[in-house]
């Protein structure tokens, strides 16, 4: 399956990555601002959540999906922290 493909390399590669990382990854410079940060993340969130998975997904998507939704999730509270 397509998404199952596109979600394996995005996994792969995010799971390697930094915070800052993450968010280039996604097009973001090497100093993001928070707001910058908070609408990426909206953006990847509407895509990727967990719930959004298709009722037949493989136990590996979902563990994969997971697994890169959580690792977003941190570097987002990380970064979108302006303090």
């Given at each position: 399956d397509e998404h199952a493909g596109r979600l394996k390399t995005m996994h792969a590669e995010i799971m390697k990555m930094n915070p800052v990382e993450i968010?280039?990854?996604?097009?973001?410079?090497?100093?993001?601002?928070?707001?910058?940060?908070?609408?990426?993340y909206k953006?990847?969130?509407k895509s990727h959540h967990p719930d959004t998975l298709p009722k037949g997904a493989s136990a590996d998507v979902k563990n994969m999906n997971h697994d890169l939704?959580?690792?977003?999730?941190?570097?987002?509270?990380?970064?979108?922290n302006e303090d």
């Open positions: 968010f280039k990854y996604f097009g973001l410079g090497d100093n993001p601002k928070p707001t910058d940060v908070i609408r990426i953006e990847f969130a939704f959580a690792r977003v999730t941190s570097a987002y509270e990380i970064l979108s």
